[in-house]
């Protein structure tokens, strides 16, 4: 054939295809989420095989692990006893609870290791949602702020780097930019989870920290978390979202899921400045662990080609449980 382009000459070897790679994934893009709990020991969690619930007391190992690896950053997630959850979820800004301790044990033993926190009620709510719930039903948006900056300073004070609000009330990233500065903590980050969805891919961490929502008080609780998280069907939704935290004083903007939500990194990419974070939910994670023990799917290619499709859509970041072994792998591949 008479072909003038003939786009396979630039893929015929190894070097050449590494020459016009586009995009590449390293260590330093990935944001590892760490469980922590009460107990002594760590603990194996059903749906996401691989991750467990740290102690305050061995979570260095782990973190250890990562910072070798070429992971810089750590996000921290805490599984509350069942007796300090209340309707108010006041525990998340109790000095002396799980996540302060673990944030100022990390920042002792190892300050480089960057520390990102999870601010939102439905770890210490007795009713699994991520603000108050009303008589009535009805998640309360501005009563939970109040919480929530007393939460974000709470973790600032004990050394967190970046503080994540992940409960997706309006207004709450301009309000804990406030309380921080207020606090003297301007140099502390905001990742606002910016277009977060109402999705069914959070089941598997839902039951490592046994935070779903649930009928516990007399309340009528609503089932899902569809009144302030995000509809799956909406993307232009997302940008306004975008808008209101870069003007309320995000640093950087996360999308979640990730795999199932391509478009809106790419949208987000399109339209701010800021960094894109996505986060490579625990569902995406169980799906391919799953198929991996059966042997359906090769785990390191399907994980790599996943992280990568985040990079290529327009991430800079990536909150994934597949941090360490993907660090390794891509460790392995230098060599
Ligand atoms: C809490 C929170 C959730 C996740 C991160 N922070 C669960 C939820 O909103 O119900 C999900 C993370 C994952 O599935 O990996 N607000």
Redesign the pocket.
């Known amino acids: 054939m008479d072909l003038t382009y003939r786009p396979r000459r630039l893929r015929r070897t190894s070097a050449l295809r590494e020459m016009v790679r586009e995009n590449s994934l390293s260590p330093a893009d990935f944001i590892y989420?760490l469980f922590v709990h009460q107990g002594s020991e760590e603990e194996e969690i059903g749906a996401m095989p691989g991750a467990k619930r740290w102690s305050v007391a061995n979570i260095m190992r782990e973190v250890e692990r990562a910072w070798g690896l070429g992971i810089r950053c750590v996000v921290l997630?805490p599984k509350v006893s069942e007796d300090l959850k209340s309707e108010d979820g006041a525990e998340c800004f109790n000095e002396n609870g799980l996540i302060p301790k673990a944030i100022s044990l990390i920042k002792n033993e190892l300050p480089e290791m960057m520390i990102m926190t999870?601010v939102?009620?439905?770890?210490y709510s007795c009713d699994g949602h991520?603000g108050i719930v009303s008589n009535e039903g009805i998640v309360l948006n501005d009563e939970t702020i109040d919480q929530l900056c007393r939460q974000a300073v709470v973790q600032a004070q004990a050394g967190a780097d970046l503080i994540?609000p992940?409960?997706?009330m309006d207004g709450r990233v301009g309000a804990i930019r406030e309380a921080l500065d207020d606090e003297g903590f301007q140099h502390v980050g905001i990742i606002s989870?910016t277009a977060?969805y109402a999705?069914a891919?959070?089941?598997?961490?839902?039951e490592a920290?046994d935070?779903?929502p649930r009928q516990d008080s007399g309340k009528i609780i609503p089932k899902d978390?569809s009144t302030y998280?995000m509809d799956p069907a909406n993307s232009r939704e997302a940008i306004t979202e975008a808008q209101l935290d870069e003007q309320e004083g995000a640093d950087i903007l996360m999308v979640?899921?990730g795999l199932a939500y391509l478009d809106i990194i790419y949208r987000l990419r399109e339209e701010s400045e800021l960094p894109i974070a996505a986060?490579?939910?625990?569902?995406?994670?169980a799906m391919v662990k799953a198929a991996a023990q059966r042997g359906w799917i090769d785990e390191r290619s399907v994980v790599l080609e996943t992280l990568l499709s985040f990079k290529r859509a327009g991430a800079d970041l990536i909150?994934t449980?597949h941090s360490c072994d993907a660090a390794g792998w891509l460790g392995d591949l230098k060599s």
């Open positions: 989420p997630f999870d939102a009620l439905d770890p991520d994540g992940s409960d997706m989870y977060k999705s891919y959070y089941g598997p961490f839902r920290l935070s779903a978390k998280q979640k899921p986060y490579n939910v625990s569902g995406e994670y909150l449980y």
